[in-house]
Every structure is written in structure tokens, then in C-alpha cells.
């Protein structure tokens, strides 16, 4: 409402009242209510037609002279709501100089309410933002609460239900349904009273807004508000503030989110791939049938034996290298025929140009023999230890899945891999295998020689110590001499114990085939060369002495098969004879050989068959057969005995 001429009265009888300029100018009209009793000064700042033009003139010289400090100075109209906080900030700065008296101040908070960034009467606190930008250029700058709470803040914080605009609290945006258009700007602002410019703002800002409050760090300019949707109130978005100084890098939290959610993808990716995933493809395999010559193993058609089942190639036929493994030097095709009928048949060792082997590699085979070896014993190991048994995949090793995957990762791979560079340290190419009799440390040795496509030489400890140290050294050094000229190859020394005479009490004397066997692991007698992996099998590791054992880069415990593996044993083993049990009688069976080796459970099943007078009798092995053998084999490892492995393997063992 604004004053008119006819609402102009005496002077003299004007009533005494206190007017806030910073609201629009009350006409007597609206004068206020006066307290009973209570008389009320109130000085109405406006010119009255019967007075002097000289008082006239001095009233308005008087009065301009008392506002005109106020009129024209940048005021700051503190936050609504947090009008406290706005007074705490300003101090006196720009606040209007109180008229003395009753009146409060105009009610603001009707002209804002619902503005974004003002607090809706939440008053003090570390509130949030300053007065609202909405009328921008009619409203200070939003001060950040640091400045509101005394100190600077880390960042921007928003009034509580800040969203995203500069919305009031508990302001939440209108979604979807379509909002009223919001009313002309000019019925936004009330109307500026008579003598004010009708263009210029209602109070003059500097235009590029307010620096921080001096004393209250020197915080930039906030963003500008991201155009805030229409206010449900109809309210126009604000009008956008001046640039402010770039923002601030968000917060080191934010790459903690990141790595967080990288570590759950990862995470997920792990999972996805899966323990079990991992070992599937070690699962063990039925029993296939037995090869058409009722061989149990097909032997090599060519008569010819390369020492882990497969078949040389005609000379020519070998894979052209390629790519990272360098181009020109034949490879063996890693892989191995399954058993039973012979699908196709796999090259083992292509003819090769002797081509210098790479370094590190497990690689192509020298080539020339070896120099200062007796060439008889060569002959002899050739001819003898070279295994001609059929290739073994992991599928063929029934349970054991850690230590497959501990096999395939400490050991094949590296030795496939060619060297990550020159002088990249040599992958181990000695592993010891320990466990009770019959667990499959044989198998897993054959095993590797499969996965390696290496010539598999196998030594027998306590074959080589019983012609004598002389001799048995002999042969040991032409073995290892064979094997380096015959790369890859997997020497296989079972019951490397035996070459160490142990005393009971444990301390090894210095056993007649050890210092060969040491030097020979060293590389003394060709060991050292690329192709050559030596894998020593015992089921008394505590008879190795340390400088022995150190000689073995790889330990692992190779426990006996557990239910499970038991079952698949009994299956392939039983199938060989032709039996077929069920369901029901395969789970006693497994259940009654509880602690047998794999060894053990296959001479189980020939025990029953003999038992049964198998196989001339015309009938399949039975349930019965089998339970009236349990007794004749049972399992050979002492629990004390196991409890022994386990203790070695936390001392010396590489777990898995
Ligand atoms: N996990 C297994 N899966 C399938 N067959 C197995 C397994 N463990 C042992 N066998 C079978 O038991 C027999 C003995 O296995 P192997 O010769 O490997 O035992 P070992 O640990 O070397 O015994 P030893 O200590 O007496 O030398 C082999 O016929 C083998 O096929
Ligand atoms: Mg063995």
C-alpha cells in the first residue's frame, strides 16, 4: 500500500511512529495500533501541503540529510530465518539504523517465503546459505555456512533439503506435473515508493556480487545454482549470479568411491571367475573304455615311445613357431591323446633343427649329446627309464584340485612362459612331492610331463642305490645327461629318500648317492640346462637333511583322496574289472575306505577279484567281493604318520 495525497494530515496531529525504511512506506492509514496508554513518536517522512515552503523545503533538507545515508548505501537485507545469523555476520554493516520504538520490522519473510536458500524461519544455526538469489541483484550473496558457523567451511554446504537449485528447505521440485507459469517479474518486487529511480534496482549492488565476508576466509564465490525448476510457489528460477570463481576439486572422498567401486567390480569379477570355476577343468573324468587291444593303456603305435604317450610326428610335419614365442623354430603342440581309443595321435617331439634353445625357456632340446657321459649308461636310461606310459591329464588325477592349481601356477606355466625379459628370473625346475604311499605323487609327476609335452625319464630311488653308490651315481648322472639332451623333459626320481640313507633317529648320514644327487640338482651334470624339470617323490620327507630338501624350490603335500575322490577311484578302478556297483553300495564302499590311498583302493578292487577268483569267473566283481577284501589291504598310512606330513608340510612345505 503506498501513501496518497489525501491520506495527508496536520502535522500536529500527526501520531509518533517509527518507520523501518527498508520496508515500503506505511501510509497513516496503516498506522499502527497504539498500545493503550502508550504514545507512540512516529515521524512520517513526507511534505503536507498547508506547511511553509520554507519548513517544507528545511523538513525535506532535514530528512534527506538523516536517510540519505540509508537510502543510497548497498544494503545487505539479512537471511530470512537466519536473520540472526545475517546480524551476527554484518554487524552493523549495512544494517538500517533502527527507528527507536515498538515497530519490528516490516515481515519479510511473507515477500520470501518459499524463496530457494532462505531458511524458512529456522533463524541462527549454522544455517545454510544467505538470503535466497531468487531475486537476484535484490538479494545479497549466499554466505556459506563456514562464514555463518565463524570459520570457513570445507566446501558449499546447502541448507538441509537443498536440491540441487537453490530451493527453500524442504523444498522438493515439482516432477513431471507442469507448473503455472510464474508470475510477470514485476509482480515479484513491490513496486519502489515514490523517489526512488523506476528503472535502477531496489538497492544498488555492486554488480559482481559481494566478496566473502572479510575475517571469515576467503571462500570463492559459489557456483552458480544450476537453473533451479520453477518454485511450486510459481516463483521465476532465479536469475542466474555473477560467474563465480571455479569451483573447487571435489572432495578426496570421491576417489575413495572410486576405488571402492573398483574393488567391488573387482571383487565381482573374482567371484564370477570362481574357485570352483577355477578347478573345473581338473574334474575327474569317468573311466573311459579300454583301448581296443584291451590294453588298458594304448602303447605307442609306432612302437616307438617318447616317454609320455605321444607319437613323433613324420619328420616335417612340425607347427612353424609364430608370434611372441619367435617365429622359425618348430613347437610341440602341447597336448596330450586321452585314454583309451586313440582319437588322433599327438606329436610329442617334432623333428627339430637344432635350434639354440631360448634362454629360460622350457624349450627346444639342444640337440648334441652330452659330453663327458658314458655312453652305455646313456643307452640304458634311454632305453629304460624313459616312461612310455600313457599322458596324464589333470582330469586323470582324481580330487587334489589346490594342489593342480598350485602345480599349474608355481610351476607349468612359468616354464611354458617364455622370459618376461632378458635376465627375468628362471622359474623353478625342481619340485618335491611328499606324502604317504600311493597318494598320486607318481601320477601328478606324470602329470606334468603331460602338461609340458616333455620326455617323462623316471628313476627309482632305491633302483639306483642298490647296484651300489659307483654305479648308482652313474646312472643318476646319465639320466640327468639324457634328459638335458633331450628337453623338455621331466625327470622323475621316486623315493629320492632312498638316496639319502637316513638313521631312525632322523639325522641323515651322508648317504651314498647324496652328493651326486646335490650335484646334480645343482646343475653339475646338465640339470641346469633349460628343458630339464626335476620332480623327487617321498613318503618320508623327514629323512632329507636341509641341504637335500633346499635343493627342491617347490614343496607340496600330496594328501590322500578324500570321499569324493575315493568314489571316482573305486569307479574307474572297478570299471577296469568290469564291475558296476550301485549308488548305495559305491557309498558304503567309500565310507568303509576311509584313510586308503589311491594306490590302496586299486588294490582293493584286484583284491576282490582274486578274492573272488576273478577272472575266470564268469561274473562281475560284487559289493560282497569287495567288503571281503577291505580287511586284506587296508589303509597302510598311520594316523601318526599323517599327523608327521602335516607337521612337515607347515615347516617345510609351500601349502596350498
Ligand atoms: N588321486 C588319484 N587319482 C587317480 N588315481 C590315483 C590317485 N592317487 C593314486 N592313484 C593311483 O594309485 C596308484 C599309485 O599312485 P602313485 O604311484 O602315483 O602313488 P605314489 O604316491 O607315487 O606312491 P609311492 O609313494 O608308493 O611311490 C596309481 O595306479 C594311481 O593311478
Ligand atoms: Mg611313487
Not at 89 to 94: D, E, F, R, V
Not at 141 to 148: F, I, K, M, Q, W
Not at 372 to 396: F, I, N, R, Y
Request: proline share 14%; aromatic share 8%.
Amino acid at each position: 500500500m503506498h501513501w496518497t495525497p489525501e491520506h495527508a494530515q496536520p502535522l500536529n496531529q500527526w501520531p509518533e511512529q517509527h518507520l523501518d525504511v527498508s520496508s515500503t512506506t506505511p501510509s497513516p492509514a496503516h498506522k499502527l495500533e497504539l498500545p493503550p496508554g502508550g504514545r507512540q513518536r512516529c515521524h512520517y517522512a513526507w511534505a503536507h501541503d498547508d506547511i511553509s515552503a520554507l519548513t517544507a523545503s528545511n523538513l525535506l533538507k532535514r530528512y534527506a540529510e538523516k536517510y540519505s545515508g540509508v537510502l543510497d548505501s548497498p544494503y545487505e537485507r539479512p537471511t530470512l530465518g537466519g536473520y540472526g545469523d545475517a546480524a551476527f555476520l554484518n554487524g552493523a554493516k549495512g544494517d538500517p539504523e533502527p527507528w527507536p520504538g515498538p515497530e519490528t520490522p516490516y515481515p519479510l519473510a511473507s515477500l520470501h517465503e518459499g524463496l530457494p536458500g532462505t531458511k524458512s524461519g529456522t533463524g541462527g544455526g549454522s544455517g545454510g546459505l544467505g538470503g535466497s538469489p531468487v531475486l537476484a541483484g535484490n538479494l545479497p550473496e549466499p554466505l556459506y555456512a563456514g562464514n555463518a558457523c565463524g570459520g570457513p567451511s570445507a566446501a558449499p554446504e546447502y541448507a538441509a533439503g537443498y536440491g540441487g537449485g537453490y530451493l527453500a528447505p524442504g523444498y522438493c521440485t515439482q516432477t513431471g506435473a507442469a507448473l503455472p507459469p510464474p508470475p510477470p517479474a514485476a509482480l515479484l518486487q513491490p513496486p519502489p515508493p515514490p523517489g526512488y529511480g523506476p528503472s535502477g534496482p531496489l538497492y544498488n549492488y555492486p554488480a559482481g556480487g559481494y566478496a566473502a565476508q572479510p575475517g571469515y576466509g576467503t571462500l570463492p564465490p559459489p557456483p552458480a545454482p544450476p537453473p533451479a525448476p520453477y518454485l511450486t510457489s510459481g516463483l521465476a528460477a532465479p536469475t542466474p549470479l555473477p560467474t563465480p570463481a571455479p569451483s573447487r576439486p571435489p572432495p578426496s572422498s570421491y576417489g575413495f568411491q572410486g576405488a571402492s567401486e573398483a574393488g567391488v567390480s573387482l571383487k565381482r569379477k573374482a567371484a564370477d571367475e570362481g574357485a570352483e570355476g577355477r578347478y573345473r577343468k581338473y574334474a575327474f573324468e569317468p573311466a573311459k573304455a579300454p583301448a581296443a587291444d584291451g590294453a588298458s593303456y594304448p602303447a605307442a603305435d609306432n612302437g616307438e615311445c617318447r616317454g609320455n604317450g605321444f607319437r613323433a610326428k613324420p619328420p616335417g610335419a612340425a607347427e612353424e613357431a609364430s608370434g611372441k614365442y619367435g617365429g622359425g623354430v618348430p613347437l610341440k603342440v602341447l597336448g596330450s591323446p586321452v585314454y583309451g581309443p586313440q582319437l588322433e595321435p599327438f606329436e610329442k617331439f617334432p623333428e627339430r633343427s637344432p635350434a639354440p634353445a631360448p634362454r629360460g625357456g622350457f624349450a627346444v632340446p639342444s640337440g648334441e649329446p652330452p659330453k663327458g657321459v658314458d655312453p652305455g649308461a646313456l643307452e640304458l636310461v634311454t632305453s629304460k627309464m624313459v616312461d612310455c606310459g600313457p599322458p596324464v591329464q589333470w582330469a586323470d588325477v582324481a580330487g587334489q584340485g589346490a594342489l593342480k592349481a598350485a602345480l599349474e601356477e608355481e610351476l607349468v606355466w612359468p616354464l611354458l612362459r617364455p622370459p618376461a625379459y632378458p635376465g627375468s628370473p628362471r622359474p623353478p625346475r625342481t619340485v618335491l612331492l611328499f606324502g604317504p604311499r600311493g597318494a598320486g605323487k607318481a601320477l601328478l609327476g606324470r602329470c606334468l610331463a603331460t602338461q609340458l609335452g616333455a620326455t617323462l625319464l623316471r628313476l627309482r630311488g632305491a633302483t639306483l642305490a642298490a647296484p651300489g653308490s659307483a654305479e648308482g651315481a652313474r646312472l643318476l648322472q646319465a639320466a640327468f645327461a639324457a634328459a638335458r639332451c633331450r628337453p623338455p623333459a621331466v625327470l622323475l626320481i621316486s623315493e629320492v629318500d632312498a638316496l639319502l640313507s637316513a638313521r631312525e633317529d632322523g639325522a641323515t648320514a651322508a648317504g651314498a648317492l647324496q652328493a651326486p644327487l646335490l650335484a646334480c640338482l645343482d646343475g653339475g651334470c646338465g640339470a641346469g640346462a633349460d628343458g630339464v624339470l626335476v620332480v623327487g617323490t617321498t613318503s618320508r620327507p623327514a629323512a632329507l637333511d636341509e641341504a637335500t630338501r633346499r635343493r627342491f624350490a617347490l614343496r607340496f603335500y600330496v594328501t590322500l583322496p578324500d570321499g569324493p575322490a575315493r568314489g571316482q577311484i573305486l569307479q574307474r578302478a572297478l570299471a577296469q574289472q568290469g564291475c558296476a556297483l550301485s549308488e548305495r553300495e559305491l557309498a558304503a564302499l567309500v565310507q568303509g575306505t576311509q584313510g586308503f590311498s589311491g594306490g590302496e583302493l586299486g588294490q582293493l578292487c584286484q583284491q576282490a577279484a582274486a578274492g573272488a577268483g576273478l577272472p575266470g569267473l564268469q561274473r562281475p566283481l560284487s559289493y560282497k567281493d569287495l567288503e571281503a577284501a577291505l580287511p586284506k589291504v587296508g589303509p597302510r598310512a598311520s594316523p601318526k604318520e599323517l599327523d608327521s606330513f602335516v607337521e612337515w608340510d607347515k615347516m617345510y612345505g609351500f601349502g596350498h
